[in-house]
């Protein structure tokens, strides 16, 4: 039995953990060739080892995703050893939170360049090979803060709104083309990242409760259940869907508060 994503050649950047790891390893599972774009060339390489011991068709590129040049020459590299690119996935991100006035032009610089000019860069890197194709599929990694403000996050949910801006746009530019292009939006995620958020509080154990309690589901999110809605969009199943953008969040966002 096929997989859905057979044949597929797919790009996740960030896969050395979290979600990012989560969906390539899901991808592969169901039989794409999968380009582990990840910043930590350990993390990534034993990432992309374990998917090819497990049958799977892996490789790793060591990338900072917000260098314009590495991200051509990574998709060069992609393309040389898997083939063109079908599928996209911008997942890697970087946390960057505080009062506004307290960012620093370098806390700014630093969200941005991770968070929206990344997301860019590798979308402008895979659109030729998808156009040339006739079809492909961009999965962009938002957040609830692309639509929800948490005070003191700032500029983190600017750069999240503006990657949906993005999805849309780049979604109707290109839907006559065969190129789909949707966003994920997850609420608070069980990954690295969120430990150390949750570290940094004096009691890490009450703060992830606290945070387990926001959502009506009352726990957290898995990164599998992410590469689930990833896999989805990726595949032909939505076929039809392009420009969305798809909460997988508890039921958070759609929550204003708690009964008294």
């Not at 994503?5 to 390539?24: P, R, S």
């Not at 990338?63 to 599928?87: F, N």
Request: aromatic share 6%; charged share 20%.
């Amino acid at each position: 039995m096929e997989g859905k994503l057979e044949n597929a050649v797919a790009v996740v950047t960030g896969a050395g953990q979290g979600i990012g790891e989560a969906i390539a390893r899901r991808f592969a599972l169901e039989g794409a060739k999968v380009a582990i774009a990840e910043i930590n060339p350990e993390t990534g390489k034993s990432i992309a080892k374990s998917i090819n011991d497990s049958g799977g068709t892996a490789i790793s590129i060591p990338i900072d995703v917000s260098d314009s040049q590495a991200v051509d020459a990574m998709v060069d590299k992609v393309v040389d050893k898997l083939g063109k690119p079908t599928v996209l996935v911008n997942n890697a991100g970087i946390a960057v939170f505080g009062p506004p006035l307290e960012i620093t032009d370098e806390d700014w610089q630093k969200c941005f360049s991770v968070d929206l000019d990344a997301v860019w860069y590798c979308s402008r890197a895979v659109l030729p090979h998808m156009l040339e194709s006739g079809h492909g599929s961009i999965v962009n990694i938002a957040s609830v803060h692309s639509f929800q403000i948490i005070p003191h996050t700032f500029p983190y949910p600017v750069a999240k709104h503006a990657v949906v801006g993005m999805t849309r746009a780049l979604a109707i530019e290109y839907a006559a083309k065969g190129i789909r292009v949707n966003a994920i939006c997850p609420a608070y995620i069980l990954t690295p990242i969120n430990e150390w958020y949750f570290n940094k509080f004096p009691d890490p154990a009450a703060k992830k409760k606290e945070t387990e309690q926001l959502h009506p589901v009352r726990r957290l999110g898995r990164p599998d259940e992410v590469a689930n809605a990833a896999l989805f969009l990726a595949s032909d199943e939505a076929s039809f869907i392009t420009g969305e953008s798809m909460m997988v969040d508890g039921g958070i966002s759609i929550l204003i508060h708690d009964e008294a």
